[in-house]
């Protein structure tokens, strides 16, 4: 059965400070991961979506990056509006994903 | 704006009664995800659909049970609702039922059991 364990689950940065949130995965066969950012109350919005091992994708602060094991999402700078809880993702073959219990990030100003 | 559209944003109930939660998946998505949230809990994968036919099946209790129709709409059926129900009900889409494929998610219905 698929695992995925992030770590650590609550991170609290101040504004500026880089970090790096882990997600570690243990599956029959990497179909890719996915790196969602989840507001309370909301749904999961689609941030990046990583295939092979040393794949990397950006977005503004953020930046994913794919080992055989792990994937890493670099938080460069970060502001209060980056404070969310992250959610990484494995997908089965039949397409549904299984989550990781999420790292919430806390920007302070 | 994800494109996923689910009614009703929030729903209080009581204990013993049955809920219908509906998804609209993105224009062109196939298949259909149920996922449940609770306080302080992950995502839970309930159940999966594609082009109308059941595909995958996580966790979802034998009081549940969900449907996609032929216009690819799909409802969440909860019945004798217990007060451990409580939770957030996402639905979820994609193009296809195939891993890789990206998951986009509504915002969710809250349901409050009473």
Same mark, same amino acid.
């Given at each position: 059965?698929?695992?995925?364990?992030?770590?650590? +689950?609550?991170?609290?940065?101040?504004? /500026?400070?880089?970090?790096?949130?882990?997600?570690? #995965?243990?599956?029959? /066969?990497?179909?890719?991961?996915?790196? #969602?950012?989840?507001?309370?109350? =909301? /749904?999961?919005?689609?941030?990046?979506?990583? #295939?092979?091992? &040393? +794949?990397?994708?950006?977005?503004?602060?953020? !930046?994913?990056?794919?080992? !055989?094991?792990?994937?890493?999402?670099?938080?460069?700078?970060? =502001?209060?509006?980056?404070?969310?809880? #992250?959610?990484?993702?494995?997908?089965?073959?039949? &397409?549904?994903?299984?989550? /990781?219990?999420?790292?919430?990030?806390?920007? !302070?100003? | 704006?994800?494109?996923?559209?689910? $009614?009703?944003?929030?729903?209080?109930?009581? $204990?013993?009664?049955?809920?219908?939660?509906?998804?609209?998946?993105?224009?062109?998505? *196939?298949?259909?995800?149920?996922?449940?949230?609770?306080?302080?809990?992950?995502?839970?994968?309930?159940?999966?659909?594609?082009?109308?036919?059941?595909?995958?099946?996580?966790?979802?209790?034998?009081?549940?049970?969900?449907?996609?129709?032929?216009?690819?709409? %799909?409802?969440?059926?909860?019945?004798?609702?217990?007060?451990?129900?409580?939770?957030?009900?996402?639905?979820?889409? %994609?193009?296809?039922?195939?891993?890789?494929? $990206?998951?986009?998610?509504?915002?969710?219905?809250? *349901? $409050?059991?009473?």
């Amino acid at each position: 059965e698929d695992q995925v364990t992030q770590s650590p +689950e609550a991170l609290r940065l101040q504004e /500026g400070e880089s970090s790096s949130l882990n997600c570690s #995965y243990t599956v029959s /066969g990497l179909r890719g991961l996915f790196w #969602y950012r989840q507001d309370p109350g =909301k /749904g999961p919005e689609f941030l990046f979506t990583l #295939y092979s091992a &040393g +794949e990397e994708k950006e977005k503004e602060r953020l !930046k994913a990056t794919l080992t !055989k094991k792990e994937s890493f999402l670099h938080i460069t700078a970060p =502001k209060p509006e980056d404070s969310a809880t #992250y959610l990484c993702a494995v997908p089965t073959l039949e &397409g549904k994903s299984t989550f /990781g219990d999420g790292t919430t990030l806390t920007v !302070k100003p | 704006d994800s494109g996923v559209t689910q $009614t009703p944003k929030h729903l209080i109930t009581a $204990t013993g009664q049955r809920v219908t939660l509906r998804c609209s998946p993105r224009s062109g998505d *196939l298949s259909v995800y149920w996922y449940q949230q609770s306080l302080d809990q992950g995502l839970q994968f309930l159940i999966q659909y594609y082009n109308g036919e059941e595909r995958a099946k996580g966790n979802i209790l034998e009081r549940f049970s969900a449907q996609q129709f032929p216009d690819l709409h %799909s409802e969440l059926n909860l019945s004798s609702l217990e007060l451990g129900d409580s939770a957030l009900y996402f639905c979820a889409s %994609s193009v296809v039922a195939a891993s890789g494929n $990206t998951i986009y998610f509504g915002e969710g219905s809250w *349901l $409050t059991v009473v």
